[in-house]
C-alpha cells in the first residue's frame, strides 16, 4: 500500500504537472540550407505554468531562440505540437495565427523592432489597431497610459530613433502589453541595452509577473537568469532537466545532456518509500516536486525524522560515493508526495568520474549529511525541517 | 489621429525620401510617356481635322476658263452643291535680296469678308488688303526677308517690275508648309491681281458638297456632273482635282509618325512596367521585417496586403501628380512644334478624356499590378523568414551555374571580385534592371542608327538625284541655244543642260483627276540626272510615250506599277503613257522622267525649255549665289525672264528640314527610352546598396576605407551599365533595321540605307557609365559616412 516505509512503489512517469499554460510536446525543428540539414530541436517538451517567470538560458546556438519562436509560432515546428491554453497553435494558418498571437502573447525583441516612422505611441496603438481591441479613444488612452508604466509619459510622440535604446526597449515592453495578453514571450530584451538599463526592464518584468502576467524570458545573462522562477536550460537543441542543472551546477553542458538522458522521473505518493535504509545503492535521487523526510530507524523500531528535504535537493549519494548500503531511509512526505529524477547508479558513478567538481561538491555534501546523521542518531535528536 | 496604417504609410513616404522619390519617378515616367505621346496623338489628330475642317476645305478644285460669278451661282445652285467659290491667282518672282529671288503664288479673293470655301483667317496687320497691298501667309513670311509694312518688289511674267506693301498676315491651313516648298503665298484683291498681271476673272472654282459622307469616288461623280455643267455653259474645265475628303494634305505624312510615335510610346510604357515592378518588389524587401514584425504584433495577411497595396496607390497617386501635367506640357509643347511646322493651330488645349484614363491606367493599375506578386509573397512570408531577412544582405549567390562561372574567376582584385558576385546576387532584380537597361539602349542606338541612314540615303539617293549646282527656272519655255549661248557666257558656268517641264495630271479609271504630276522631260543620256532606279529601267534611245514614274508620285496614284498604261491629260488633250520603270523620288512632290524629245513634240516646244541644268566650276554656296545673281542680270539684258533658281544648297535644306522633323520625334523617344533605363539603374543601385548597408558596415568595420567602399559599389553599378550596353548594342542590330525599314517605308517609300551608328553606341556608352556611376555613388557615399556602429545596427 502506498505511503508506507517498507512498500515498494511502482515508480510513474509524469512529463508536465496540471493544467500548464504552455505546453511543448516533443518538438523537433530541423533547418535545411545550402549546407545541408541542421535539427535545432530535437525533441523538447516542457511546460510553463500561469505566474512563472521563466528564463530560457543556453550558449549561442543551443536553440533557445528556436524554442521561444516554437512559442510565438514565429516558426513551426517540423513535428511536435504546442499548446497554449489548451490550443494547437501550430494547427492555425499564418493570419489567424497572426491574430491569435496579437490577442494572446506579447512579444519583445532584441532588436526592439519599433517601426521607425511611427510615434512611440503610434507604435503601441498599433497592435490594438491590428486586432481591434478597443474603440480609437480607448486605443489612445491605453497606450499613453502604458506608456507611463513603463516611464515613457512625454515621449509619447518622439519617433524609435529619437530615444535611446533602453527607451526604445521599454516602449516595445508598453507595445507588448498593448492588447493585455497573459503571456509576455521576450527574446534577449536586455540584450542590447546597458547593465543600468537591463536591470530596470528585468524590475518591469518582476512587477508584470507580480500583476499575473507569465513572462518567458530567452536570455544568455546568467545574472539575470538566476532571478526568476525557474530556469530552463537548453544545450544542442535539448532541455536539459532542470533538477539536474540545479542540484548539480558544476556539470559541463555535455555532461548535463547525457545526464538528462539517462534518467528517469518518477512519482511517490505521500508516505510512499523511496529507499530503504540498510539497502544497496541503486540509483542517485534529485527532488523534482514535493518533499521527502530522512528517517532513521531506532533501536526498538520506532523512526526518527531527521531531517526534510525539498525541491532541488538529491539524496541517496552517501552510499553510492562510500560505498555499502544507505544509512537512513527516504520517504516521501505524508503530505505532498515527490517526485524525483532518478539516475542509475553506475551511470551516477560514470558521470562523478567524468566531473572531478562535482565529485567533490557531493562528496562534501555527502561529508556533511553523514556527520549530520550520526550526530542525530547519537543524540536522539527530532525533526530538523530544511527548506 | 489617423489611423495607426496610415500614419505608417505616410511616414514611410515622408521618412525614405529617395526611395519614394525612386519609386514616383519610376512610376511617373510611364506616366508622361503615355500622356506625352498619347497626348499628341490625340490633340493632333483632334484639332488639326478640327482646324481643317472648319476651313471648309474644298471637296474639289476645278480650273476653268475665265469665269465670273454668274457661273459660280449657277453652280451654287445645283442640288450637290453645297458652296461654290471662284479664286484668281498668279505666279510672280519675289525679290528677297540683292538679286535674289523666290517664287510668289498669289490667290485673289472676290471678298475678304465672306469667304466660304478654303477659307483664309487674317493674322496680323489689316483685312482685307487694299488695292495694291498683299497679305503674306504667316508661314512664309520669314521666305520674304520682310515684315509687316514693308514694300517688295516683285517681277511679273512680263517682266515688269511692282512694288507691293506687305500689309499683314494671312492663314490658310490647306497649304502645304513654307519651310518644305521654300515658295511664298499670298492674298490680294482682284484689283491688285490685275495690277500684277493676272485675269480679273476666275480661273478656279472651289466646290463643298451637301453630302459631306461622300468618299473620294462619290465625290468624283459629283465632279462629273459639275464639270458637264461648265462644259454645257460654254465653259472650258482644264483640271480638276479631288483630295481625300476630310484628310489635310500632310496627314498621310503625320500618321506614319504618328504611328512610329505610339510604337515607342508603348515600348517606354513597357520599359516603365519593368521599372515599376523592380522598384516596388525592392522596396517590398526592404519593408520584409517590418511585416515580419506586425504579423508578430497581430497582422494578418490581408492587413499586410492591404497596408502594402494601400501604400502602392498612394506612391502612383503621387506620381500622376508630377506627371499628368508634365504630360501634358509635353503633349502640347510636342503639338504646337508640329503644328507650327504643319501650319496649324491647335484650338483645344484640354487634355482628351481617352488621354487621362491611359495616364490613370499606367499610374494606377500598372504599379498595383506590379506590386501584387512582391506584396502577396511579402506577406505571405512567415514571421521567422520575415524577421530573420536582415544580416548581411539579401540574395542568394553559390548554387547557380552562373555563381560557379563567377566563383572561377580569380583574376580580380578583392575588392573587383566583390563588385562582380555582388551583380549576380539578386538575379531576379539583375534581369529586370538589365531589361529595362537594354531595351532602352537598344532603342537609343537604333535611333541614332536611324538618323544616320536617313541622311545617308539622302545623300546617297536623294540628293544625288540632281548632279548640277543650280537649276534655273523660266516663265515660259525659251529656245535652249538662247539660254545656253547666254549661261555660258557667265564666269563660273561650265555646263549647262535643258529640261522641259510640264503639269499634267493623270486622268484615272473612274475619270477624277490626280494633283499634277510634273513632268521632266530630258535626254537618256544626261548624267546630270542620277535617279535609282528602283524597279524597270530608264530611259533608252528611241523611247516616246515611256515614262519613269517617282515613288512621290506613286504615294498617290498607288494602283500603278511597271507595264502599266497611264493616261495624263494636258490641256485638252489627253495622252496615254507607257510606265517603264520606277525611280526614288526626291520628295520634292509626283514627278516623272519623259524623253526630252516626246514631250517637246507633243507640248509643241520643240528646241524650247523651261528649266535649265547648270554646272559651275566652284561648288560652294558663294559661288553658287553668285552664278545665280550674274544669270539673272544676263538673262534679265537678253529679254530672258528667269522666274527663279534653286541651288542644291536649298534642296538639301529643305529636305532636311522635313528629315529633322522625323530626327527629332525620334531623339525625343530616344531619351525618353534612355531615361527610362536610367532610372531603372538608379532604382536598382540606390536599393541595392540600401541593401547592403550593414554589410558596408562589416567591410568598414574590417578596413575598408571610404574610396575603398565607393569603388567596390560604383564598380558593380558601372558593371550593370557595361552590360546592359553590351547585350542593348547586340540587340540594336536588328532592332535598327526595323526601324530603318519601317521609318524609310513610312516616309520615303522605300527601306533606308542602314547603318550601325557607331558613334551611337559610344554615346550610350558614355550616358550609362555615367548613369551607372551617379547612381551608385550617392547611396553609396551616404552609406560610407555613417559609423560603422550606425550601420551594423541599421534597422532600414
Not at chain 2, 545656253?484 to 549647262?496: C, K, N, S
Request: charged content about 20%.
Amino acid at each position: 500500500m502506498p505511503g508506507t516505509l517498507n512498500m515498494p512503489v511502482v515508480p510513474q512517469i509524469r512529463d508536465c504537472g496540471e493544467a500548464p499554460l504552455i505546453e511543448m510536446r516533443s518538438i523537433v525543428k530541423t533547418f535545411k540550407n545550402a549546407a545541408g540539414e541542421f535539427t535545432a530541436l530535437r525533441g523538447v517538451t516542457a511546460c510553463f505554468y500561469e505566474g512563472e517567470f521563466v528564463s530560457i538560458v543556453g550558449k549561442s546556438g543551443s536553440g533557445k531562440s528556436t524554442l521561444a519562436n516554437m512559442i510565438t509560432g514565429i516558426d513551426h515546428p517540423t513535428s511536435g505540437q504546442v499548446l497554449i491554453g489548451g490550443v494547437d497553435i501550430h494547427k492555425m494558418n499564418e493570419s489567424d495565427m497572426s491574430l491569435w498571437r496579437g490577442r494572446n502573447l506579447g512579444i519583445v525583441f532584441q532588436f526592439f523592432q519599433l517601426m521607425p516612422t511611427l510615434t512611440l505611441l503610434e507604435n503601441v496603438i498599433l497592435p490594438m489597431y491590428l486586432t481591434g481591441y478597443l474603440d480609437a479613444a480607448g486605443r489612445e488612452k491605453r497606450a499613453r497610459e502604458l506608456l507611463a508604466l513603463v516611464g515613457l509619459a512625454g515621449f509619447e510622440d518622439k519617433l524609435p530613433a529619437a530615444v535611446s535604446g533602453g527607451q526604445q526597449q521599454c516602449a516595445a515592453i508598453a507595445r507588448a502589453l498593448a492588447n493585455d495578453p497573459p503571456i509576455l514571450i521576450a527574446d534577449e530584451p536586455t540584450g542590447n541595452l546597458d547593465s543600468r538599463t537591463a536591470a530596470s526592464v528585468f524590475r518591469m518584468f518582476e512587477q508584470l509577473v507580480g500583476q499575473g502576467k507569465t513572462i518567458l524570458m530567452v536570455t544568455h545573462d546568467q545574472d539575470l537568469a538566476k532571478r526568476v522562477t525557474r530556469t530552463v536550460t537548453i544545450a544542442d537543441g535539448r532541455v536539459i532537466n532542470e533538477y539536474l542543472a540545479r542540484a548539480l551546477p558544476t556539470l559541463t553542458e555535455e555532461q548535463l545532456i547525457w545526464a538528462t538522458h539517462n534518467i528517469e522521473v518518477r512519482s511517490y505518493p505521500p508516505g510512499a518509500v523511496v529507499i530503504h535504509e540498510g539497502t544497496p545503492p541503486d540509483n542517485f535521487f534529485i527532488i523534482a516536486k514535493g518533499q521527502v523526510d530522512i528517517v532513521l530507524q531506532q533501536p526498538g523500531g520506532s523512526e526518527m525524522v531527521v531531517t526534510t528535504m525539498g525541491v532541488g535537493q538529491y539524496f541517496g549519494e552517501i552510499a553510492l560515493l562510500r560505498g555499502g548500503t544507505h544509512n537512513a531511509t527516504v520517504r516521501a512526505s505524508p503530505t505532498t508526495g515527490v517526485d524525483v529524477v532518478a539516475l542509475d547508479r553506475d551511470e551516477f558513478r560514470h558521470l562523478v568520474a567524468e566531473s572531478p567538481s562535482t565529485a567533490a561538491a557531493i562528496d562534501e555534501v555527502a561529508d556533511q549529511r553523514a556527520a549530520e546523521n550520526l550526530a542525530a542518531r547519537q543524540a536522539g535528536e527530532g525533526v530538523k525541517r530544511h527548506g | 489621429m489617423g489611423s495607426p496604417r496610415w500614419r505608417k504609410i505616410l511616414g514611410d513616404l515622408w521618412s525614405y525620401k529617395t526611395r519614394t522619390a525612386v519609386v514616383i519617378l519610376s512610376i511617373a515616367i510611364g506616366v508622361f510617356a503615355v500622356g506625352m505621346i498619347a497626348g499628341t496623338q490625340e490633340i493632333l489628330t483632334r484639332d488639326m481635322e478640327a482646324s481643317y475642317l472648319a476651313i471648309e476645305p474644298p471637296a474639289a478644285i476645278l480650273g476653268v476658263s475665265a469665269f465670273d460669278d454668274e457661273l459660280v451661282n449657277t453652280i451654287r445652285r445645283m442640288p450637290q452643291v453645297d458652296e461654290a467659290e471662284g479664286r484668281g491667282g498668279v505666279s510672280v518672282r519675289l525679290s528677297v535680296g540683292p538679286e535674289s529671288w523666290r517664287t510668289l503664288n498669289i490667290q485673289a479673293l472676290p471678298d475678304f469678308h465672306a469667304i466660304r470655301v478654303n477659307k483664309i483667317a487674317p493674322q496680323q496687320g489689316a483685312w482685307p488688303p487694299r488695292k495694291r497691298e498683299i497679305l503674306i501667309e504667316r508661314s512664309s513670311l520669314y521666305l520674304t526677308n520682310a515684315q509687316i509694312g514693308d514694300s517688295v518688289i516683285v517681277e511679273l511674267p512680263d517682266g515688269t517690275r511692282r512694288s507691293v506693301r506687305i500689309a499683314g498676315t494671312a492663314h490658310n491651313m490647306n497649304m502645304p508648309p513654307a519651310s518644305f516648298t521654300g515658295v511664298v503665298d499670298g492674298f490680294v484683291t482682284f484689283d491688285t491681281l490685275e495690277w500684277l498681271g493676272g485675269s480679273h476673272r476666275y480661273s478656279s472654282l472651289l466646290l463643298t458638297l451637301t453630302d459631306t459622307s461622300l468618299d473620294r469616288d462619290g465625290v468624283g461623280r459629283v465632279v462629273s456632273l459639275v464639270r458637264d455643267k461648265i462644259e454645257r455653259g460654254g465653259y472650258s474645265v482644264t483640271f480638276a482635282y479631288v483630295p481625300i475628303p476630310g484628310k489635310h494634305p500632310a496627314d498621310s505624312a503625320i500618321q506614319p509618325m504618328l504611328l512610329i510615335l505610339g510604337v515607342l510610346g508603348a515600348m517606354a510604357l513597357l520599359l516603365s512596367g519593368f521599372l515599376v515592378v523592380n522598384t516596388i518588389g525592392a522596396l517590398l524587401t526592404q519593408q520584409v521585417r517590418q511585416i515580419g514584425v506586425m504579423k508578430a504584433i497581430g497582422a494578418t495577411t490581408r492587413q499586410i496586403v492591404g497596408m502594402y497595396l494601400a501604400t502602392v496607390l498612394v506612391y502612383g497617386l503621387l506620381a500622376l501628380l508630377v506627371a499628368v501635367p508634365l504630360g501634358a506640357l509635353g503633349a502640347f509643347g510636342f503639338t504646337e512644334y508640329l503644328a507650327r511646322l504643319i501650319n496649324f493651330d491647335i484650338i483645344d488645349y484640354t487634355t482628351p478624356p481617352r488621354v487621362l484614363a491611359l495616364e490613370v491606367g499606367a499610374g494606377l493599375v500598372v504599379p498595383l499590378l506590379a506590386a501584387l506578386w512582391p506584396v502577396l509573397g511579402g506577406a505571405r512570408l512567415t514571421v521567422r523568414e520575415a524577421l530573420g531577412s536582415y544580416g548581411l544582405g539579401r540574395g542568394r549567390f553559390g548554387s547557380g551555374r552562373i555563381d560557379r562561372l563567377l566563383e572561377r574567376v580569380h583574376a580580380l582584385s578583392r575588392p573587383l571580385l566583390l563588385s562582380l558576385r555582388n551583380t549576380f546576387r539578386r538575379k531576379s532584380r539583375l534581369a529586370l534592371t538589365l531589361t529595362t537597361l537594354t531595351l532602352g539602349g537598344a532603342t537609343f542606338i537604333s535611333v541614332f542608327s536611324v538618323r544616320e541612314g536617313l541622311f545617308l540615303t539622302a545623300e546617297q539617293k536623294i540628293f544625288t538625284f540632281w548632279r548640277h549646282d543650280l537649276i534655273a527656272y523660266f516663265d515660259r519655255p525659251y529656245r535652249f541655244e538662247l539660254l545656253a549661248q547666254e549661261a555660258r557666257a557667265v564666269p563660273g558656268v561650265v555646263r549647262v543642260e535643258p529640261i522641259a517641264y510640264t503639269a499634267m495630271r493623270r486622268v484615272r479609271p473612274d475619270g477624277n483627276q490626280s494633283e499634277d504630276i510634273g513632268l521632266i522631260g530630258t535626254r537618256h543620256d544626261n548624267d546630270l540626272i542620277n535617279a535609282t532606279v528602283l524597279s524597270g529601267r530608264w530611259l533608252v534611245p528611241g523611247d516616246q510615250n515611256a515614262i519613269v514614274i517617282s515613288t512621290d508620285a506613286l504615294r498617290n496614284e498607288p494602283d500603278l506599277a511597271v507595264g502599266d498604261d497611264v493616261v495624263l491629260k494636258y490641256g485638252e488633250r489627253e495622252l496615254t503613257w507607257r510606265i517603264v520603270g520606277i525611280y526614288q523620288g526626291g520628295l520634292s512632290g509626283p514627278r516623272a522622267i519623259v524623253s526630252y524629245d516626246y514631250l517637246a513634240h507633243i507640248t509643241r516646244r520643240p528646241g524650247r525649255v523651261s528649266w535649265l541644268q547648270v554646272v559651275t566650276s566652284q561648288h560652294d554656296r558663294a559661288a553658287s549665289e553668285r552664278v545665280v545673281r550674274e544669270l539673272n542680270e544676263r538673262f534679265k539684258a537678253a529679254g530672258i525672264h528667269m522666274s527663279g533658281s534653286e541651288t542644291l544648297d536649298e534642296v538639301r535644306q529643305n529636305i532636311g528640314t522635313q528629315f529633322g522633323l522625323i530626327v527629332s520625334l525620334l531623339m525625343v523617344m530616344a531619351l525618353l527610352l534612355a531615361a527610362v533605363g536610367g532610372l531603372g539603374l538608379m532604382g536598382t543601385m540606390s536599393i541595392n546598396v540600401l541593401e547592403r548597408t550593414r554589410e558596408i558596415g562589416v567591410l568598414r568595420a574590417i578596413g575598408a576605407t571610404n574610396g575603398a567602399v565607393l569603388r567596390i559599389v560604383i564598380a558593380e553599378g558601372v558593371l550593370i551599365g557595361v552590360l546592359s550596353w553590351a547585350i542593348g548594342a547586340l540587340l540594336a542590330l536588328p532592332l535598327s533595321l526595323l526601324l530603318s525599314e519601317a521609318v524609310g517605308v513610312s516616309f520615303i517609300q522605300m527601306p533606308l540605307d542602314f547603318v550601325f551608328s557607331l558613334g551611337g553606341l559610344a554615346i550610350w556608352l558614355g550616358v550609362v557609365v555615367i548613369l551607372a556611376a551617379l547612381a551608385s555613388a550617392l547611396p553609396a557615399w551616404n552609406a560610407a559616412r555613417l559609423t560603422v556602429r550606425d550601420v551594423l545596427a541599421y534597422e532600414g
